[in-house]
């Protein structure tokens, strides 16, 4: 039986945050009648892990875990790709064991390039990408599942399953193959914040696949535009300008300047 709702969503990362950290209300005498035979929330969170590693075993996924947390990695070229199966500590038993799966893209080559160009202290890690795995459904929204119930989880299980195949595995691949992501759809370039396509880009496959991306940025964004632009004209900084975290335009800007990118469509 399904005493709360099997999935929530939240269309953005503040209403998401809420939501991993809330508890939904749920009568106290129901909560005791529901807790004594039900499973562990941690036991169900492993069971979900396991389920998602055997699926995805195939496509060269690997369970580890990581202080504790279990995550699903596999290696693609310079890509370290990540499946972080994520149990908030806000179960309750019987009623409410929620689940969500976080995407991780890392390259320790663009870690090396950051160190180059990002100011002292600031991002050098490795990561291009992050997305909730609910961004890839429809509506895309970032998800929590409800793996409470017995009677539904089987089914639930091979629902976000089908998620990960159909619309995660696919974003992954077209990152492990980055001279045909400007042609991509513009939803999964979008995953990817402007500047870390930028740099992905540069690194990956050279300037004029990352000059073609420029120009489709700023051509989808006016103000964002107007911003590079704006800073393009400023820069006089000895031993060049170094990116900022949190300064998308200023980034763009940055890496258009020490790499010669033209704003300007050329094709």
């Known amino acids: 039986m399904n005493i709360l709702a099997e999935e929530f969503t939240a269309r953005s990362e503040a209403e998401f945050q809420h939501l991993i950290r809330a508890r939904p209300p749920v009568p106290a005498l129901l909560r ?3 807790s004594a035979p039900a499973e562990s929330p941690r036991h169900i969170a492993l069971h979900a892990a396991y389920f998602f590693a055997g699926a995805l075993h195939n496509h060269g996924f690997t369970l580890f875990f990581n202080g504790g947390r279990p995550l699903l990695m596999r290696v693609s070229g310079d890509l370290v790709q990540e499946l972080l199966v994520v149990a908030p500590g806000t179960a309750i038993r019987g009623a ?25 202290g600031r991002r050098g890690a490795m990561r291009i990408a992050s997305a909730n795995l609910g961004l890839f459904a429809d509506p895309p929204a970032s998800r929590l599942w409800n793996l409470a119930s017995e009677t539904s989880r089987p089914h639930l299980l091979a629902r976000i399953t089908r998620l990960l195949a159909k619309g995660a595995l ?12 400007t042609d991509s759809p513009h939803t ?28 489709q940025i700023l051509d989808a964004d006016p103000a964002l535009s107007d ?21 998308t335009a200023w980034n763009l800007a940055v890496l258009a300047y020490r790499h010669g990118l033209s704003a300007q469509r050329t094709w």
């Open 170 to 181: 696919p974003w992954m691949d077209l990152l492990a193959n980055p001279d045909t992501l």
């Open 188 to 215: 999964q370039r979008t995953l990817l914040p402007p500047d870390s396509l930028l740099e992905f880009l540069l690194v990956s496959c050279g300037p004029a696949p990352a000059e073609k991306a420029l120009v």
């Open 227 to 247: 911003a590079f632009h704006s800073f393009s004209q400023s820069f006089d900084l000895p031993g060049g300008p170094k990116c900022r975290q949190g300064h």
């Open 96 to 120: 409410y064991v929620p689940i969500y799966v976080q995407i991780h893209v890392s390259s320790p080559t663009i870690e090396r390039f950051r160190e180059q160009i990002w100011e002292r």
């Open 32 to 34: 005791d009648l529901l």
